[in-house]
């Protein structure tokens, strides 16, 4: 279990430090895989997803990050995210049993320095309108936050 690292990420409040440090872990594995990532990327349905990532061939996988059993059994919203993405899954913690986790969606266990996938996620494809969409989301979310690093009085638009 990951206690509270320290992290150099902007905050906005919504989440713990544990969620933080299991975001900057599957970061690091889908990084490594090839994906690109964005945090808290709000989807045409306003839900929020927690992390999208973007795969070297255009698949899009989206991943929960429940840091205790409370925040999972607190949080029914995650089947609103399959129809945006080709891949879901949880990510949690050692200290979270894995058996909470329903098994329509992959599960990857995290701490602040990695991740590792104990389940694959089913693959559902996108189709073609809706992978469109969301990657141009993904892509205008991106753009705007690393504009956003040198330019911080340009604005930010916060559906991104």
């Known amino acids: 279990m990951v206690h509270s690292p320290v992290l150099a990420v902007p905050r906005d409040g919504r989440q713990s430090d544990m969620a933080l440090a299991l975001q900057r872990g599957v970061g690091r594995l889908f990084r490594a895989r090839g994906h690109a990532i964005v945090t808290e ?91 469109k969409a969301m990657t141009l989301r993904f892509a205008q979310a991106a753009a705007h936050r690393l504009h956003g690093l040198f330019d911080p009085e340009a604005g930010f638009r916060e559906m991104l």
Do not use: M, N
């Not at 899954?89 to 590792?116: C, K, M, N, R, T």
């Open 41 to 131: 990327l709000v989807l045409a349905t306003g839900r929020r997803a927690d992390i999208i990532a973007l795969g070297p061939s255009g698949e899009i996988t989206i991943v929960e990050i429940k840091s205790s059993i409370a925040d999972f059994r607190a949080d029914g919203k995650w089947p609103d995210y399959a129809p945006y993405c080709d891949r879901l899954y949880f990510a949690s913690h050692a200290g979270v049993p894995q058996e909470i986790f329903p098994e329509q969606a992959g599960l990857i266990l995290a701490d602040a320095y990695g991740a590792e996938i104990l389940r694959e996620a089913p693959h559902a494809p996108l189709v073609a309108a809706r992978r």
